[in-house]
């Protein structure tokens, strides 16, 4: 007798995601709001005069991980998080692996776990597929921190090698969708100290609406990486370059009018005074 059983056809099993990771700091304090997990991805098209991480230019190489094998590292300090804390992607520039990061913070939103974007905007384009994978990151990115290198664009070009048209265009797409964000600039003598390029980047961040931009940071530039790349015997353009005075830092603080922003937004606590 012929069976009347119809035969099925298993599914051929999805392999699982892998995302190139630079390095995991398990308690930052200063890569979003409160404590943090923060995950540095490998990659990054832009070449900033100033980046302190050259080892995390090159694409594709780096620890592999799973999205798994991240959110169940980074829920061993779940508890030191407090009700501001989560989990924050860095790079390199994160955007480079956009696919990445939005299945990471699918799962981390389905675990009720705070979600935070550090990026320098670079990969941004409206075109697709990458227009759509955007989107969707930033349904599930609570905040994100957003580094300006230099509102001029061709001083952006001298200084990281790219314009800076569509890092601007990324950051008026967020704006018009309440997509909230800190942002960042690194403060250079003789290359972003500047005091009309200040002032000129404090008005463009005043324009944006007061309920997206949460906080305003000047960070000042350090020589730290000087190092690496003696050891990676690459040139260094700064050679000779000291971080600025604490009166510099100061002054571009009051242009880009740090103190109207307070960092905090309805759906964190704000800290007890």
Known sequence: MVSSKTATTEQPKK??????????????????????????????????????????????????????????????????????????????????????????????????????????????????????????LMAVTDISLVDIKHINSAEHKKLTQYGN??????????AAHHDDMWIRHVLVPERTDDDKYL????????????????????????????KKYHEMKIKYRLEGIESPTPDRVANAEKLLRTADYTGYKKWMPLPKL
């Not at 030191?80 to 804390?85: D, H, L, S």
């Not at 048209?165 to 967020?174: G, K, P, V």
């Not at 309920?211 to 960070?219: G, H």
């Open 15 to 136: 392999e699982p995601l892998i995302g190139y990771v630079h390095s995991i700091e398990t308690f930052g304090s200063v890569d979003g709001p409160g404590i943090r997990y923060v995950a540095f991805l490998q990659g990054c098209h832009m070449r900033c005069q100033y980046c302190h991480n050259p080892d995390t230019w090159k694409l594709n190489v780096g620890d592999q991980m799973t999205t798994d094998e991240i959110l169940e590292d980074a829920q061993k300090y779940r508890a030191f998080w407090g009700k501001t804390g989560g989990i924050t992607v860095s790079g390199g520039e994160s955007l480079v692996q956009i696919d990445f990061i939005l299945e990471l913070f699918e799962k981390a939103k389905a675990l009720d776990i705070s979600t935070c974007l550090d990026t320098s905007g670079q990969p941004f384009t409206r075109e697709q597929p990458f227009f759509d994978k955007f989107e969707r």
């Open 165 to 174: 048209e569509n890092i601007l265009d990324m950051i008026q797409y967020m």
């Open 199 to 226: 002032a000129e980047l404090g008005d463009y961040i005043a324009k944006i609406p007061n309920d997206v931009v949460q906080k305003v940071e000047v960070l000042p530039y350090h020589t730290l990486g000087v």
